[in-house]
């Protein structure tokens, strides 16, 4: 009764967490359990235990759906970074208070329309006889349409825009916690506006650029959808392989050693940004 | 010049943003099957397709019916659950945390497999069961942010003043706390439906053919055709989107919800 009156609503709120906390564990542990079990081909029954399906990732093929994964995900960050900075600048900065809401507004709702609709919309865009396809044609710049679904490159067009919403999210962030009075101290001192801005406006704000990095980088290596239909089976990365091996080859041990290990790479990213960021803020403060 | 300059790189950048949006609310208007940007004429056909078409009907019932279940109790969970981290110290807190808060990293399509694995043990790969509960793991951690925040933003001598003059555990609760963290709530709310709706990676996974939701039947369908009747629905979708983050922006405040000030 001590204990009640202590703390109220303590047991009514912890049992619905613990709940759905423990289901979601036992899906996990679904995922973890099959990644042991012995594939019979032919068949989505499984057998005993085995160690073949961590074994069987040994092969060039899968390296280099992995290789690709890491490197689509490093240049849609990269590129995400770079284009979304100004953006974010912009939200913060604009004197006029119409403009911040249009730019966060224009910003923000691609995050909410979801991955089909805007997968989908770049695949008007890219396509054969897609907008940019058939505005080179008209432009004569082109006789002949130039591939871009299908490739790496236009998989990284749609990924980029997918991510910006959450960069320009973080930067933004990171941008507004900076000290105008820095900035204004360093311009008082003869420093030219690119100074300012490359000797004080971007270390200020690090922190945000390393973690829109390592987010941006860790939510591309489980993207799916826009590599499934821009990628069209051409560019593989490890979500496409995991649902070919599951729904295709019904190789369902297989993809959970996949999933697994998407899963790790995802945890071990932002487990290296967490160190970075703490080394980087130790540095900021010994400096 | 400068500023012009920065302006300029400011815009293209938009346009490359929203480019696909006007694309896709472009040739949903047009008359013929084929893709053409500008449009070359005006028609509707392609909304009656969309609205008519039985397997996006049935597909937006299922997803009316996944994203009410999913958003309302990732509303009741997600609010209690920032309730209890806000205020109570317990063993084993930090475990649960890493549970509720872990969907948010793990990628959608192993949530996805391990409820689809987990469905089949249970007998449940039919139903909406499963589909509920993968949606409500994933959208709740957005409704435990936006609660926690508002309940950080709340003035504890509120409560404080309510138990003095008298107001149970509960009266302090339903009468204090909760009025003030009602936006918060209503936040979360819309941004689980909002995200319950349009989710399709896990979604692939755990539905069957009778309960897909819409983003589900939509891939189905690009998959097999090339008519514009997806641009129709995507109109849809990204209109009524632009109009509640609008909306969200006016009265809720966007750049505040999202922590973003003017330095």
Redesign the interface.
């Known amino acids: 009764m001590m204990m009640t009156q202590q703390?109220?609503?303590?047991v009514?709120?912890?049992v619905?967490?613990?709940l759905?906390?423990v289901?979601?564990?036992?899906?996990?542990f679904?995922?973890f359990q099959?990644s042991f079990l012995e594939f019979i081909p032919g068949s989505v029954e499984v057998g005993g235990f085995t160690l073949d399906n961590f074994t069987r990732i040994n092969r060039p093929v899968y390296y280099w759906v992995l290789l690709d994964t890491f490197l689509l995900s490093f240049a849609t960050a990269f590129f995400a970074l770079v284009?979304s900075y100004?953006?974010s600048f912009?939200?913060?900065?604009a004197e006029k208070n119409w403009v911040?809401?249009v730019?966060?507004?224009?910003?923000?709702?691609?995050l909410?329309?979801?991955?089909?609709?805007?997968t989908?919309?770049?695949?008007?865009?890219l396509?054969t006889?897609?907008?940019v396809n058939?505005t080179l044609k008209a432009l004569s710049l082109i006789d002949a349409s130039i591939p871009i679904m299908y490739t790496r490159a236009g998989v990284v067009i749609a990924l980029v825009?997918f991510a910006?919403p959450v960069m320009i999210?973080l930067l933004?962030?990171a941008?507004?916690?900076?000290?105008?009075d820095c900035e204004k101290a360093a311009a008082n001192l003869g420093a030219t506006?690119n100074t300012v801005f490359w000797r004080v406006t971007i270390p200020l704000t690090m922190p945000g650029i390393l973690s829109g990095f390592v987010v941006v980088f860790?939510w591309t290596?489980?993207a799916?959808?826009t590599p499934q239909?821009i990628g069209g089976g051409k560019v593989l990365m490890i979500?496409n392989v995991?649902?070919l091996q599951?729904f295709s080859s019904f190789n369902?041990p297989f993809?959970?050693v996949l999933?697994?290990i998407?899963?790790g790479a995802?945890?071990g990213s932002?487990g290296l940004m967490k160190l970075a960021t703490a080394r980087f803020e130790r540095n900021l403060a010994t400096a | 010049m400068r500023s012009v300059l920065f302006w300029s790189l400011v815009a293209a950048i938009l346009v490359y943003m929203t480019l696909p949006a006007v694309v896709v609310v472009a040739t949903s208007v047009n008359p013929t099957e084929l893709m053409a940007f500008p449009p070359t004429g005006f028609s509707l056909r392609w909304y009656e397709k969309a609205l008519t078409y039985p397997d996006f009907q049935t597909a937006f019932r299922s997803s009316l019916i996944v994203m009410a279940l999913a958003s309302t109790l990732a509303t009741l969970l997600g609010s209690t659950f920032a309730f209890l981290i806000f205020h109570y110290n317990f063993r084993g807190r930090g475990l649960l945390e890493a549970a509720l808060w872990s969907p948010l990293i793990i990628p959608h399509f192993t949530t996805g497999f391990g409820f689809l694995l987990l469905g089949s043990h249970l007998n449940l790969t039919q139903g909406y069961a499963v589909i509920v509960m993968a949606h409500l793991l994933l959208v709740t951690p957005f409704v435990t942010r936006a609660v926690f925040v508002s309940l950080s933003n709340v003035d504890a001598n509120y409560s404080r003043a309510a138990a003095n003059l008298g107001a149970t555990p509960s009266g302090v609760l339903f009468k204090v706390t909760l009025p003030l963290v009602l936006p918060g709530m209503l936040g979360g709310w819309l941004i689980a439906a909002i995200l319950s709706l349009t989710e399709f990676t896990a979604s692939l996974y755990v539905t069957a053919s009778r309960t897909q939701t819409l983003p589900v039947a939509m891939y189905n369908y690009i998959r097999e055709y090339a008519d514009p009747t997806i641009s129709a629905i995507s109109a849809l979708l990204i209109l009524s989107t632009t109009i509640i983050m609008i909306l969200a922006n006016h009265f809720l405040g966007l750049r505040r919800i999202l922590g973003i000030d003017n330095g």
């Open positions: 703390r109220p609503f303590f009514p709120f912890l619905p967490a613990v759905v906390a289901i979601f564990a036992a899906a996990m679904n995922v099959y284009l100004p953006i912009a939200l913060v900065r911040r809401s730019l966060v507004v224009l910003a923000i709702t691609p909410f329309t979801g991955e089909i609709v805007r989908y919309s770049w695949m008007l865009v396509g006889d897609g907008v058939n825009q910006m999210i933004a962030t941008i507004s916690q900076v000290k105008r506006p860790a290596m489980s799916f959808s239909l979500s995991v649902y599951g369902l993809a959970a999933s697994l998407a899963l995802a945890l932002l």
